[in-house]
């Protein structure tokens, strides 16, 4: 079987029919001509399909192992294009520190009266399995948590999801299908923000939906074209650019993310470390089980409070101070007043974000780089 990272090197290259070169070209066209009035060629509009589209789809579902994917315009949308497969009023269950905009997507669509919403500690298996009790239709497992990095079992969630007759859906944004792969573990849909390590560059905005079966992956690719949430052909092309070094941009990253965070152990101004990499990490053990990896996540909070966490983000010289994630670049953000600042303050609260927690992105510079700057930054808050 072909290594994961031969596939993504190779998806496309030299798959141009017209004058052969290695680059997949770039098809801008929004229509494309038609035989005859009543027979389509395989490219009719460019919402509904487009070659550097199903390139990058084809990619993304071999790497996941799914029977297709469906590529969104965000990472947001994917999400969104999930909740299509149940019906109004359907019951869905997700994780209570689970990322700030999937929170408020769930928490507005319940508003509407589209779905009805439960956020459960899914760490707890007593309130899981009585949150499953309730017959969901869907249930959202997010692992390492954002921005906690929280870690559950996969494998055991999806059997009890699936024994309750619901939709089980992993966001695998943090990990990507290099780290963790969530159709192997017993999900029946894998979704990320391609804007993330997928692409790599913090320059496009995208996502996917990766789907076990072909029966989800019509349903998914219908409702997304009548929408009109596919990607465009320029973010497809990008993000396939991008995801051709994705195993390289993933290892250098993990590597400084695992320094920093043994650096952050020893450091008087931190109260917390959250990296399941850590041995004394309490998803360490699970997190070597099913992940390949640890990723390059990872948070940790300070002492001080609010005005500490503002004068060390604003005392960093390397670091970017930026709510995104996965880019080659090293980038810090404060939840309380950042990514998470669509949740209530007590749903904050109830997940243990604190105004004092800090995440941390953790790019390719070098490493020694990276902890001299994080050093200078505990200094000026010391």
């Not at 779905?115 to 899981?128: G, K, P, Y």
Request: charged residues 20%; negative net charge; proline residues 4%.
């Amino acid at each position: 079987m072909t290594d994961p990272k031969t596939k993504i090197v190779q998806a496309g290259i030299g798959t141009d029919p017209a004058h052969g070169s290695i680059a997949p070209p770039l098809y801008l066209s929004s229509t494309y001509l038609w035989p005859n009035p009543s027979e389509k060629g395989q490219y009719d509009y460019g919402r509904s399909n487009n070659p550097n589209r199903d390139i990058l789809a084809e990619a993304l579902a071999d790497l996941d192992g799914g029977a297709g994917a469906v590529v969104t315009s965000s990472g947001m949308s994917a999400i969104d294009l999930v909740l299509n497969l149940i019906k109004a009023d359907d019951l869905v269950i997700a994780p209570h520190d689970c990322y700030g905009g999937t929170h408020r997507l769930l928490t507005h669509r319940a508003d509407q009266g589209r779905i009805r919403v439960e956020f459960v500690d899914q760490s707890n298996t007593a309130a899981l399995d009585a949150a499953l009790a309730k017959k969901p239709a869907l249930v959202m497992i997010e692992t390492p948590s954002n921005p906690l990095m929280r870690v559950v079992d996969v494998k055991s969630i999806c059997a009890t999801v699936k024994a309750a007759g619901a939709i089980a859906v992993v966001d695998n944004t943090f990990l990507s299908p290099l780290r963790l792969r969530p159709l192997d573990l017993g999900a029946d849909i894998a979704l990320q923000s391609t804007t993330k390590f997928i692409n790599g560059h913090s320059d496009i905005i995208g996502g996917c939906v990766v789907a076990k079966s072909a029966d989800h992956v019509e349903q998914l690719a219908w409702w997304a074209n009548c929408a009109g949430i596919t990607a465009s052909a320029f973010d497809c092309h990008q993000t396939l650019r991008g995801l051709r070094t994705l195993a390289l941009r993933l290892d250098a990253a993990e590597s400084n993310a695992k320094a920093i965070a043994a650096f952050l152990t020893t450091q008087t101004n931190v109260t917390a470390v959250h990296y399941p990499g850590l041995s004394t990490h309490a998803g360490h053990a699970i997190a070597a089980a099913q992940q390949s990896g640890f990723g390059a996540m990872l948070s940790f909070e300070v002492s001080g409070g609010l005005e500490a966490a503002t004068r060390f983000c604003q005392a960093l010289k390397i670091f970017g101070l930026a709510a995104s994630l996965g880019g080659v670049e090293s980038l810090i953000c404060l939840p309380e007043t950042m990514t998470h600042r669509g949740m209530a303050e007590s749903a904050r609260r109830e997940a243990g974000i604190s105004e004092s927690l800090l995440r941390l992105s953790v790019g390719i510079e070098a490493e020694s780089d990276l902890l001299t700057d994080l050093a200078q930054a505990f200094s000026a808050i010391s």
